[in-house]
């Protein structure tokens, strides 16, 4: 094996009654590409693996993989990685080839022009996962809009209330829930905040009307001055009011977070602006000014 003689190694492991001459067999078979007859034999080593049950386990997942049989390498890894323990190392690689397979079982989904890419499970799991590559989460949250999102209130639920998740990804989340009007309680927290959410009750995050009104705040300040800087401001508006929602903004605050958008989107483009002639075009105050710069950059 160590010369690279897999086949010649292959006819030398005969004791299938060893667990060892097992695992290096699925290592042969593998590094030969007899990735079907590496699936067959791994069954059986994975049921009797213990000192190896790791290592044939990443050998077994391998020849799945190859031999695209995504679903019960899925199952495999599920139910490994809902295991209490697993050495964490395995656990990072287990993850790792998790991923790896949602990705391709996406890309046959796609070629066979298939909606349904990922299962109910697998779409719990992943919400539930710690640490999840962003093209899955994505996909994932792009399926959502397709499925009876009730299904998934609970993982929704501990979603919501994890500090760590993403900030976009809640809002696409609870703008789906409001899409099916789902009457629920929900309690979010973002940017160190705590939001009460009922989707029955609430708007879509850009037919508020502080989007409305913020808005035209910016329009009539830079219209005619700097259009171009007008829709860079636009763009960042809508992009502050995904990752704030359902941060309320009220009518009175209008001009001060047009006047602070409209800072903050110049700074960035090392456009200079008097503090002075916001104060007099948005009719704001600095002070009040500076907490919404604040604000904005809170959430970079």
Do not use: W
């Amino acid at each position: 094996m160590s010369e690279g003689q897999f086949s010649a190694a292959l006819e030398k492991l005969n004791d299938l009654n060893d667990e060892k001459t097992r695992y290096l067999r699925l290592v042969c078979l593998n590094a030969m590409g007899e990735y079907r007859q590496s699936m067959m034999e791994g069954a059986n080593a994975k049921a009797m693996a213990k000192e190896t049950y790791y290592d044939v386990l990443v050998a077994y997942l391998e020849a799945l993989k190859e031999c695209e049989e995504y679903e019960k390498a899925i199952d495999i890894l599920v139910e490994e990685l809902s295991m209490p323990y697993i050495p964490y190392e395995y656990e990072s690689l287990f993850n790792e080839v998790y991923d790896q397979i949602l990705l391709e079982k996406q890309e046959m989904n796609a070629q066979l022009d298939r909606s349904q890419i990922f299962s109910i499970e697998e779409i719990e799991k992943l919400l539930d996962r710690k640490n999840v590559n962003d093209d899955l989460l994505y996909m994932a949250l792009d399926q959502m809009t397709q499925l009876n999102i009730r299904m998934l209130l609970p993982a929704l639920h501990r979603y919501l209330e994890d500090d760590l998740k993403p900030a976009f990804a809640k809002t696409l989340i609870m703008e789906t829930l409001i899409q099916q009007q789902i009457d629920d309680e929900f309690e979010v927290h973002k940017n160190g905040h705590i939001y009460d959410f009922n989707p029955a009750i609430s708007a879509l995050v850009l037919e508020r009307e502080c989007y409305q009104g913020i808005g035209k705040q910016l329009v009539r300040v830079l219209e005619d001055d700097n259009p171009a800087l007008m829709n860079q401001c636009i763009d960042y508006l809508e992009y502050f009011l995904y990752a704030s929602y359902p941060q309320e903004i009220y009518e009175d605050e209008y001009a001060l977070y047009a006047a602070g958008i409209h800072y903050y989107v110049a700074s960035m483009q090392n456009i200079d602006v008097s503090e002075v002639d916001l104060e007099v075009d948005y009719n704001v105050n600095l002070e009040m000014l500076e907490e919404v710069l604040l604000a904005l950059k809170s959430i970079e």
